[in-house]
């Protein structure tokens, strides 16, 4: 991995954004005209990206007022190796799904499952939220931690 951080222009949002192959989104320095029509400068920073459900990174750009949210891992990996061919998702090679450096992304098949689960076809199964709160009362109400 090289010493220093790489910046390349997002698609679609170029000369607005940029993102870095560590996973860091910002802004650039621009001038924007507000809705009364004046001309203001808008200085560039680096951007806070949210948590969804405390699983993968989002950020979200704005275009006339619109709100345009996007995985910031497959920000990554789209700006830096390409487009994710179809039947192939991003993964975290190191499973920490907040960490988006391009190092740690690699792909995986996908394959649909009757459940209704999507799963990568080297992964074990998966459980959904209500299966995890159920379980979680279950050792409650018997009183393990």
Same mark, same amino acid.
């Given at each position: 991995m090289p010493d220093t951080e790489q910046w390349l222009p997002i698609k679609g949002w170029e000369n607005i954004y940029e993102i870095s192959d560590l996973g860091r989104v910002r802004s650039l320095n621009r001038? #924007?005209?507000?809705?009364?029509?004046?001309e203001k400068?808008?200085?560039? !920073? %680096?951007?806070?990206?949210?948590?969804?459900?405390?699983?993968f990174?989002?950020?979200?750009?704005?275009r006339r007022g619109k709100p345009h949210?996007?995985?910031?891992?497959?920000? #990554?990996y789209t700006t830096f190796v390409g487009e994710i061919p179809p039947?192939? !998702? %991003?993964?975290?090679?190191?499973?920490d799904k907040t960490n988006d450096q391009l190092a740690n992304l690699g792909l995986v098949e996908i394959e649909m499952v009757s459940d209704?689960?999507?799963?990568?076809?080297?992964?074990?199964?998966?459980?959904?939220?209500d299966q995890i709160r159920e379980i979680r009362a279950l050792h409650a109400l018997n009183g393990v931690s």
């Open positions: 001038v #924007v005209t507000t809705r009364r029509g004046t400068p808008v200085k560039g !920073r %680096i951007l806070v990206k949210n948590h969804q459900n405390h699983q990174h989002f950020i979200s750009f704005a949210p996007y995985r910031v891992d497959t920000l #990554v039947g192939m !998702r %991003i993964d975290h090679l190191d499973g209704g689960f999507h799963r990568s076809k080297n992964q074990a199964g998966r459980i959904c939220d």
